[in-house]
């Protein structure tokens, strides 16, 4: 079984630890892994570079949680962490004030930039770091291009009353309260799929859409010209989970990113959002939660096959059980 995961962010590491313990209980090895393979097509447009180092936010985020090292009750970063570093930076005026580095994390920083100066691809940078933790899965960068997100928000004090942020500016610190009006990708023209994206979706068995971000996650990767070729040629079946319960996020601030796109936050706009494949869109099928049952018999004509269970992934067992909810509705997909 050969399963590949598009994902990005806190919700998509969450999804993808579910996905890892679903397979080790359905398909496991004498090892106490599974002789399924996972790989995770990694969103890269949250990337930065800050005070001379590169970050990538939700790369690291799947690799500290998959490692058993992330701080569970943040929700980002390395557990046991200090800010010796941050803080000494601050008093020399590097970097931003209000986008802290841990000390852990920053070694993470250091030598990822250090490979890439040596002139390492992106891609060869993520194996590298992978090698230290068994991680049970296999993360993969969306590319190896530089897309970093950037945001168009409404700014009266500008003469044409907009100015542009780095994504995590407009995250980080302004906690995204400033209306966007739209999400730019830098790059994307020139980018292309990191090696082994297309042959993990062309030769996988199920395809699966973590409940990430739509806009500046799921968005960014399938933005990459060949991705979203990719995934209407393959055979699998491509599975989507709702990242709205009850018109609400379940983490982050997806709200404050769908409508610069015209999207509603339900669960059944952002399923007409992704589309079915069958149209010309993502998915074959989307899981909503139970308190959005009423989606199913609604996007029911626009192709997609949808099911409501439980989304709430408040632990292991939780976020496995999801997992299971979409491996069990690929196999109502491909039986039909």
């Avoid at 890892?20 to 090892?31: H, K, L, T």
């Avoid at 998959?66 to 930076?89: K, Q, Y």
């Avoid at 971000?213 to 991705?227: K, W």
């Avoid at 199913?296 to 632990?315: C, E, N, Q």
Wanted: hydrophobic share 45%; charged share 25%.
């Amino acid at each position: 079984m050969r399963i590949t995961v598009l994902a990005g962010g806190v919700g998509g590491a969450r999804y993808v630890r579910g996905v890892r313990e679903e397979v080790r209980r359905r398909w496991p090895d004498a090892s106490g892994g599974s002789d399924a393979v996972v790989d995770v097509v990694v969103n890269t447009g949250d990337d930065l570079w800050l005070a001379g180092v590169r970050l990538m936010p939700d790369f690291d985020s799947l690799l500290y949680a998959l490692a058993g090292v992330n701080d569970a009750e943040r929700g980002w970063g390395r557990a046991g962490e200090t800010e010796r570093v941050a803080a000494e930076l601050r008093e020399w005026g590097v970097g931003w004030p209000w986008f802290t580095l841990g000390d852990l994390d920053l070694g993470t920083h250091l030598a990822r930039t250090a490979w890439l100066r040596e002139g390492r691809t992106v891609s060869e940078v993520t194996e590298r770091l992978q090698l230290r933790w068994p991680l049970g899965v296999h993360l993969v960068p969306a590319t190896d291009t530089e897309v970093d997100t950037h945001v168009l928000v409404a700014d009266p004090d500008e003469i044409d009353g907009e100015r542009e942020l780095h994504f995590q500016e407009w995250w980080t610190r302004y906690r995204a309260s400033l209306p966007a009006i739209a999400f730019r990708q830098r790059n994307l023209d020139v980018a292309r799929p990191a090696h082994g994206v297309v042959e993990a979706i062309l030769g996988a068995d199920l395809v699966l859409v973590a409940p990430s971000n739509p806009v500046v996650s799921i968005g960014t990767i399938v933005s990459i010209p060949g991705i979203r070729e990719a995934i209407a040629e393959t055979h699998a079946p491509v599975v989507g989970v709702s990242p709205i319960i009850g018109g609400k996020v379940v983490r982050g601030m997806a709200d404050a990113c769908l409508p610069a796109i015209g999207v509603a936050t339900t669960a059944e706009a952002v399923g007409r959002h992704y589309g079915a494949r069958s149209a010309g869109g993502l998915l074959d099928g989307w899981l909503v939660d139970e308190s959005d049952a009423a989606a199913v018999d609604a996007l029911a004509g626009t192709g997609l096959v949808a099911a409501s269970v439980p989304l709430w992934m408040r632990d292991l067992d939780t976020s496995a059980a999801l997992a299971g909810a979409a491996l069990d509705l690929a196999t109502r997909i491909r039986e039909s």
